[in-house]
């Protein structure tokens, strides 16, 4: 297996992880849990970055580039509703 294959695995956990913890974090009922759930969705947050930031170095994590025109319209689509 390809490292830019191992790469996007874990990118892909990680993603899972984060939203596993910030649905704890939303959902929890205490504040120790709270603090609990958030503090590891902060730390998985961080790893989620460092793994990006790595595979954009790299060239294997391509991103689109939009014109700010584009970004305007959409604005202003979901401002006049």
């Known amino acids: 297996m390809e490292d830019k294959d191992i790469m996007e695995k874990e990118l892909l956990i990680i993603k899972?992880?984060?939203d596993l913890?910030?649905?704890?974090t939303i959902e929890s009922t205490t504040a120790d849990v709270h603090t609990a759930f958030k503090d590891a969705l902060n730390v998985s947050?961080?790893?989620q970055n460092k793994i990006y930031n790595l595979m954009s170095e790299k060239g294997w994590y391509k991103t689109q580039t939009v014109?700010?025109?584009q970004i305007d319209t959409v604005k202003q689509e979901f401002a006049s509703k």
Request: charged letters at 15%; aromatic letters at 8%; hydrophobic letters at 40%.
């Open 16 to 18: 899972g992880v984060c």
């Open 21 to 24: 913890y910030l649905h704890g």
């Open 45 to 47: 947050l961080d790893i």
């Open 67 to 69: 014109e700010q025109a």
